[in-house]
């Protein structure tokens, strides 16, 4: 232990300047979390889960805690969707009311900052604040709560259905140059019981600003709440993003969650889902794009806990250059859990020689009358393909274009927020048309 | 139009095509028949320009242009078409936006403006009907869960919107209802003029009962062995390919 405390120096000074104050309930969660990550120490590739992923270079920075900044209303305009009329601004952390849009709520609901829920709505934060990111056991998830401070807050009541989509957007203000930031964004999203909502988080830093967001999300679905969630990580190719996302889903829950990741120097996606009411159902979609010497890592786990529970999940990257990407998807099925059916796909597209991925199912089934279907497919572009399209007249670029947003294109047609899917076609395109412009330059 | 002298082709480092002649003038039909493995398939996909074939000698000229010094969408877009024995599935690319991109990468090719979305809709509705294809098969992704004869169709479909001064057809025949056979050999007919030159490619006479070729031959270990006219056809329909093997 005195060897891990050794390599957090820089570390402990930092924890020690973590946020006070508060609720004694949640100054009582920070400290808890604090010391368990100090004896936890950062993982690192002896550890099972983190085998592919070094965060060395984590653990050996200096992270200054990211200072309160304001940000130009301007300079947003891109990330925020024309129809998300609801959406809440976190910067560096903190609840950022002028750039956030929350009024006219329906009655009882909640939309807004953590901080201030956590006293003055603190029976239901403090019910679920922490309880489904597991601080003993995860690291990156214990640094974050020793940091909770600020963050999002939604609360749906029971029974209210909301028709638009509503946004928390978490931006990392910092520009190049600067010392590198931290921030530890905090989500806590409650929806009651047959509620529904569409979600999108949008993760965002200034081209080039070297930061360090570590993320956790919680989301806990009602009965019978249908929960749409999106989380589209487009932050500088310079920064660190750690995040990870848990859902619980109670009985007749249908909970689906896609993750798009576009920017970022190393990422790592934890998703943890579990289905613990008899017919909740959870989809898992993702699309990555990695290219550069940017690292990619997923690792999901869908925890079958309760019997006839559908999960589905398909992940899909796109990785060039000298880019890695990690995959590993665990599907859990207790003893409980009869008529499981869970199916999962893995899929990558190779664009360069030295692009690499490292892809692991993981099935753990302690049921016996289960249906679980895993695949994976790694490689470069189908030749056959490729050569039928060419035998009708496309040019060589354009055959591979196509195919390559075809693949891209099944994740993004499952987005059902028509501003969000044409931004981030948009987006993803434009990368891959640099990306590939590389490729035909090489 | 096409003019193939001595072609010798090797897959995997396995030579197939031994010396291939052939001489294809426009506005005639040939049909190219031959047991398994003689080397049918090789020279429709050689001709198409399939990476996995290798010219190791002789030469193809097609419009007195040396055919093989070009890339497989170059052939394409110069009025080059072959139907797939096989036609590959494309997951996710619907047909229609398939079929556009290609029709206009061949009227930009020849000078022609683009068609739009609406013009290319009529034109390709205006081709279903012709050849009596479910227009729904428009919207669905490329073969993508199609039947053996849908995929069929399709690949004649492509070829009626592409209009081809050379068409290849690798046994698109096989594995046909009559239904769907009559499908192929009225797009094959509507096609047939002055100014195009169709290759079919069998194994089974039965498709030459509708589309009838102006001269045969017959393909075995690579070489052309025998040429006719399409009385050669019925003969080795009724006798097998024995007799030439033997020969």
């Known amino acids: 232990m005195a060897q891990v405390a050794d390599r957090l120096q820089p570390w402990l000074a930092t924890l020690d300047g973590r946020p006070r104050g508060g609720s004694r309930w949640l100054q009582d969660l920070r400290d808890r979390a604090a010391s368990r990550f100090v004896e936890l120490g950062f993982p690192t590739v002896r550890d099972e889960d983190w085998r592919f992923t070094n965060v060395a270079p984590i653990a050996s920075s200096e992270f200054r805690p990211a200072p309160a900044a304001r940000v130009d209303a301007e300079a947003l305009k891109a990330f925020v969707y024309a129809d998300a009329p609801l959406r809440i601004v976190i910067v560096n952390g903190r609840f950022a009311p002028e750039l956030s849009r929350t009024s006219g709520l329906p009655t009882g609901m909640r939309f807004g900052s953590l901080a201030a829920a956590s006293t003055d709505h603190a029976d239901v934060v403090g019910r679920y604040l922490g309880q489904l990111a597991d601080s003993e056991q995860r690291a990156f998830a214990a640094l974050n709560t020793a940091f909770t401070h600020d963050g999002a807050y939604l609360f749906i009541p029971d029974g209210v259905v909301l028709d638009q989509p509503l946004q928390l957007l978490f931006v990392s203000a910092g520009d190049p140059g600067q010392p590198a930031t931290m921030s530890h964004p905090r989500s806590l999203i409650v929806a009651g019981d047959r509620s529904q909502a569409r979600i999108v988080e949008t993760y965002v830093s200034a081209p080039g600003a070297k930061h360090f967001t570590n993320a956790v999300t919680e989301l806990v679905a009602g009965e019978g709440a249908v929960v749409d969630h999106y989380k589209v990580e487009e932050e500088s190719v310079d920064a660190f993003h750690i995040a990870s996302m848990h859902i619980h889903a109670a009985r007749s829950s249908n909970v689906s969650t896609h993750a798009f990741t576009l920017g970022g120097r190393l990422v790592r996606n934890d998703i943890i889902a579990v289905l613990d009411g008899e017919g909740a159902e959870a989809t898992l979609s993702g699309l990555y794009l990695a290219d550069g010497n940017r690292l990619v890592d997923t690792h999901t786990t869908i925890d079958h806990a309760k019997p006839h529970c559908p999960s589905h999940e398909v992940y899909k990257g796109i990785i060039g250059g000298n880019a890695r990407a990690v995959f590993n998807g665990k599907i859990i099925v207790r003893q409980d859990a009869q008529k499981t059916d869970a199916k999962q796909t893995n899929r990558a597209l190779l664009l360069s020689d030295h692009a690499t991925i490292n892809t692991k199912p993981q099935l753990e089934i302690f049921a016996d009358d289960v249906k679980c279907t895993h695949g994976a497919a790694i490689g470069q572009l189908d030749e056959d393909a490729l050569f039928y399209l060419r035998t009708r007249g496309l040019p060589f670029a354009e055959a591979r274009d196509l195919l390559i947003h075809a693949f891209a294109g099944e994740i993004i047609d499952r987005v059902q927020i028509e501003p969000l899917k044409r931004a981030l076609e948009a987006e993803l395109y434009a990368q891959l048309a640099r990306d590939l412009a590389e490729v035909d330059a090489a | ?247």
């Open chain 2, 1 to 247: 139009m096409l003019d193939i002298k001595n072609l010798q082709v090797t897959a995997d480092g396995k030579q197939i095509l031994n010396g291939i002649d052939l001489h294809v003038n426009a506005g005639e039909v040939h049909a190219i028949m031959g047991p398994n493995g003689s080397g049918k398939s090789t020279l429709a996909r050689a001709l198409a320009g399939h990476p996995e074939y290798q010219v190791t000698a002789g030469e193809v000229l097609y419009e007195g242009r040396d055919l093989l010094d070009l890339d497989p969408d170059e052939r394409a877009r110069e009025g080059l078409f072959m139907a797939f024995q096989y036609p590959v599935e494309i997951a996710g690319v619907t047909n229609a936006y398939f079929l556009k991109a290609a029709l206009n990468a061949k009227r930009k090719h020849q000078g022609l403006p683009e068609l739009d979305a609406i013009e290319f809709l009529q034109l390709s509705k205006a081709k279903a009907k012709l050849l009596q294809i479910d227009q729904g098969m428009l919207n669905r992704a490329v073969n993508e869960g199609f039947s053996g004869g849908e995929k069929k169709r399709n690949e004649i479909f492509q070829m009626a919107l592409l209009e081809p001064k050379l068409a290849i057809l690798d046994e698109t025949d096989s594995g046909l209802d009559i239904d769907a056979l009559k499908v192929v050999a009225d797009g094959v007919n509507g096609l047939r003029g002055p100014e195009r030159a169709i290759i079919v490619v069998t194994h089974y006479q039965r498709l030459l009962n509708y589309i009838v070729p102006d001269f045969v031959h017959v393909l075995s270990g690579g070489r052309i062995v025998k040429s006719g006219d399409k009385s050669l056809a019925l003969e080795l329909e009724q006798k097998g390919y024995g007799w030439i093997e033997a020969a």
